[in-house]
């Protein structure tokens, strides 16, 4: 059973426009999530966080959005750039503020920036 | 620092062998990860250590597979012996209990 879902595997933007990709979750228990993003070859790097407690964290260009009620945040990237194209993985964790549990991951949406 | 090193890069092997994947996490971290990613499955954790201790192995598949961690510089992932359907790409992470870094991984390929 999926805890993480990113039920997208793939998303094409114009360069300059907004690029939304979304998650959904199904353990009420997480309390911190994260996004990251990863280029062929290569691993996953961290991308950008938020609590349980808030509803929005801006970083730049990238933009994540909480609804705890709907188990679902999104991750905003304005203005969208060629660089940006990656897949892009949601994760979850709970107990984050104590010891450390596992990350759960989404299976990743890839983005797709056409210039 | 140089950040998650995993070695080696690929690694093709003939079912029935003995594979060994290596990782050096980075230094003050206190958290080392081993995950592995499928088309199918996505990202699934396969074990994780806090201060060289196993703390969740549930993830591990099968007792084919098994991880150390002899001290807070290295850890091994060890498949013996090895099938077709451990192809895969295995990555290290590790933390000081926030965001993971990750290594660059290992593609795995038995035939």
């Known amino acids: 059973d999926q805890q993480v879902k990113q039920n997208s595997p793939s998303l094409s933007v114009q360069e300059g426009r907004i690029s939304i990709l979304n998650c959904d979750y199904t353990n009420s228990m997480f309390d911190y999530f994260l996004w990251y993003k990863k280029y062929p070859a290569e691993g996953p790097t961290f991308l950008i966080s938020?609590?349980?407690?808030?509803d929005k964290n801006e970083d730049g260009r990238f933009t994540v959005f909480l609804n705890k009620s709907a188990k679902h945040l999104s991750l905003h990237i304005v203005p969208s750039q060629p660089g940006d194209s990656a897949v892009y993985f949601c994760?979850?964790?709970?107990?984050?503020?104590?010891?450390?549990?596992?990350?759960?991951f989404g299976k990743g949406t890839k983005l797709s920036v056409k210039p | 620092d140089a950040g998650v090193i995993q070695s080696p890069r690929h690694e093709v092997t003939e079912m029935g062998q003995e594979v060994t994947l290596r990782c050096k996490p980075i230094s003050g971290h206190d958290y080392l990860f081993w995950y592995r990613q499928t088309m199918m499955r996505g990202l699934e954790l396969l074990i994780y250590?806090?201060?060289?201790?196993?703390?969740?192995d549930s993830g591990m598949p099968e007792d084919r597979f098994s991880a150390k961690m002899p001290n807070a510089s290295f850890s091994t992932l060890k498949i013996q012996p090895s099938e077709p359907r451990d192809s895969a790409v295995y990555f290290c992470a590790s933390s000081r209990g926030g965001a993971l870094i990750f290594g660059s991984g290992t593609r795995l390929t038995v035939v």
């Open positions: 250590f806090n201060n060289n201790v196993p703390i969740d």
């Open positions: 938020i609590s349980s407690i808030k």
């Open positions: 994760a979850a964790i709970r107990n984050y503020g104590g010891s450390q549990g596992n990350l759960i």
